[in-house]
């Protein structure tokens, strides 16, 4: 069973950067497809990036052009390059394969506010 444990949110201000990080235990890591995703106050989870086993990346129109997914095979990690972030991209956020069939981290919260 994979856990996976997210970090790296915070409080930033419109327009400003932050940097996710996500740890996946488990083997196979590097096999699987691995996304990004997000939950907003009163919204459904939705997938805002994704990342292949092969490092090809796809990502939300809503976040194209902001934000950057990347992964580290030896670490077990996935990294989400938050850039230009607006009000909108307020929410928390969660790793997981993609798609979803492993159980949820708690997520970290992102708050985008002046």
């Known amino acids: 069973q994979v856990q996976l444990v997210e970090s790296g949110g915070g409080l930033v201000q419109p327009g400003g950067s932050l940097r996710l990080s996500c740890v996946a235990s488990g083997s196979f890591f590097s096999l699987h497809a691995m996304g990004w995703y997000r939950q907003a106050p009163g919204k459904q989870r939705e997938l805002v990036a994704v990342i292949t086993s092969v490092s090809s990346t796809n990502y939300a129109d809503s976040v194209k052009g902001r934000f950057t997914i990347s992964r580290d095979n030896v670490k077990n990690m996935v990294y989400l390059q938050m850039s230009n972030v607006k009000a909108e991209d307020t929410a928390v956020y969660y790793c997981?394969?993609?798609?979803?069939?492993?159980?949820w981290g708690q997520g970290t919260q992102v708050t985008v506010s002046s």
């Open positions: 997981n394969k993609a798609p979803a069939v492993s159980a």
